[in-house]
């Protein structure tokens, strides 16, 4: 007769038993002291920010850590020399970025301008894998409800984004943000008014007419502009 009651302990602690429990232990303790120690070697910057490659850092040494803390067959001594290599090549690759614009822009990537003087930087955009929605949701967490109150958006290396405002006396007419106005855009101008292109942000002021072709991007797709200023 086949047992059909699961073996909670095999669950639990698969091939192993109670007894590997305590080395599980040391071995979890002396592990988080060497990440400790390596994260300490990394230097401020290294925990505070991560770009691309100090991101592959962490993971190299999360990995590292991983199977020592519970594998017999795994020494802590090879995750010492694992997590020794990886610090010594982030530091040599840390070194040679300060060194060289050109190496710090291959290993880092440079910052990209999203939006200049309230409207979208188009081929920026094609460059990176930024969502239109996420974008908004972004702009909108910083009370931001149209582009017009947005002089320039830059989106940094480290993946912030950093906005600088136009004064409230300086605001212009910009692309709606906010769902429920964003959600408007139509092709047809059915009154004079300012009209922002749905696409590229650029804005304009026109007379009725049934199709609008943006002088910016070629699109046709318009929403009625706003100029409110930005409520802080």
Known sequence: MINAMPDFEKMLFGDENWNFIPEIMIRTLLMYLIILFSLRLLGKRGVKQLSIFELVVIISLGSAAGDPMFYKEVGLGSAIF????????????????????????????????????GKFSINNFKKESLAQDEFFSEL???????????????????????????KDEDVKYGLPILPDDFEKRTQEIAEEGYYSCSFCGNTVKTKPIQKLICEECDKTKWVKSLNETRIT
């Open 82 to 117: 694992v997590f020794a290599v990886v610090v010594g090549a982030y530091k040599i690759t840390a070194y040679l970025v300060g060194k060289s614009k050109k190496i710090e822009k291959i290993v880092e990537g440079a910052s990209i301008y999203l939006i200049r003087d």
């Open 140 to 166: 909108r967490q910083e009370n931001v409800t149209h582009l017009g109150q947005v002089k320039l958006t830059i989106l940094e290396t480290s993946g912030e984004l950093s906005i600088f405002f136009y």
